[in-house]
């Protein structure tokens, strides 16, 4: 009798553990996977579950919710500090290119995954937009200034405006979307982006977001029936490091004494053979760019000169 009360005891305790822990992992479970899916803090994701029973998906709904009101408030209280980090971001899909720029107040920020993530969906939103033009001629561009893309619909009568006030809200400093620009092109024109500084063993981007301080997006004919990417990525290389003004034309355009002050594309020296010049390996890798457009973290850009201005005033104080 002894033996069975303390067998009734023991498998009852155990039980008791059992249950608790399996709720316990439950928990954690569903905390883990609401981090992972939102971005937001411990905290927070935890009085989200306290306040749905564990439910996710509700959760995440509370918290984005909130985030709104709480980013668009924070969004109006902070919109006069100044934005001086930030990042580039490159996105070609195809004949399709955008590159945008972000900007955020400190590099904690603009390191930081959901910053990251936010500029690959400002890019792929442009992306979306481009998608749909209908032009004539080979090659469409057009550039967004900042309230441009804050009004770009996106989804559940949202604008990026609307997702930008979530960033804030997640981030806790003031972020802007400063500038996007896109590509579309037709017949043998082909499409190429690079952001520096680049992943290592990469195989492709296509389709990937690249992000860094500097950006390119270059637009070329190739008569080689399968162009060779690293040689494409190599010149828009060339472009971020020697930011020319033009791509140039040999019957207009001479090359300037000082090589170092050359602001023609094919007159600039290659920067991976300094003996021959961009020209020539055009040439020879039967290559023509046709236009390009740089990104650089930051630059000053109509528009955002009193931006610049008050950053210096705060750094000088």
């Known amino acids: 009798m002894l033996l069975q009360k303390f067998y009734m005891r023991a498998l009852h305790t155990t039980r008791m553990v059992y249950a608790s822990g399996s ?28 306040l749905h029973n564990n439910d996710v998906s509700e959760a995440e709904k509370w918290l ?54 936010f500029v690959d969906h ?21 550039g967004y200034e900042s309230e441009a893309l804050r009004n770009l619909p996106t989804d559940k009568g949202r604008n990026l405006g609307d997702h930008l006030a979530l960033l804030i809200g997640a981030v806790g400093e003031n972020a802007t979307i ?21 992943p290592t063993n990469v195989g492709t981007t296509d389709d990937t977001t690249q992000v860094g301080k500097y950006g390119t997006i270059m637009a070329f004919r190739s008569d080689i029936k399968y162009p060779d990417y690293e ?14 003004k033009k791509i140039g034309e040999y019957d207009k355009d001479k090359p300037v004494e000082n090589k170092d002050d050359e602001t023609c594309l094919i007159h600039q020296e290659y920067l991976l053979d300094a003996d021959r010049t961009v020209g020539e390996i055009l040439k020879e890798h039967e290559t023509t760019v046709v236009d390009y457009q740089r990104y650089e ?11 610049i201005l008050r950053s210096r005033e705060q750094s000088s104080n």
């Open 64 to 117: 984005h919710a909130q985030a709104q009101s709480l980013g668009w408030t924070k969004a109006t209280k902070m919109a006069d500090r100044a934005t001086a980090q930030g990042l580039v971001g490159v996105l070609v899909r195809g004949n399709l290119g955008a590159m945008v720029e972000l900007n955020c107040e400190t590099d904690f920020v603009a390191r930081n995954d959901v910053f990251k993530r």
């Open 23 to 50: 709720g316990a992992g439950l928990e954690k479970s569903a905390l883990s996977a609401l981090r992972k899916k939102t971005g937001y803090t411990f905290a927070n994701c935890k009085k989200a579950l306290e």
């Open 297 to 307: 973290c930051g630059e000053a850009t109509k528009g955002n000169l009193d931006e």
């Open 178 to 198: 400063k500038r996007a620009i896109c590509f579309k092109a037709k017949h043998d024109i082909n499409l190429c982006g690079y952001a520096h500084p680049a």
């Open 122 to 142: 400002v890019a792929r939103i442009c992306l979306q937009y481009t998608e749909a033009i209908e032009f004539d001629g080979d090659l469409w561009k057009l």
């Open 231 to 244: 040689f494409q990525k190599s010149i828009c290389q060339q472009i971020v490091g020697l930011k020319p």
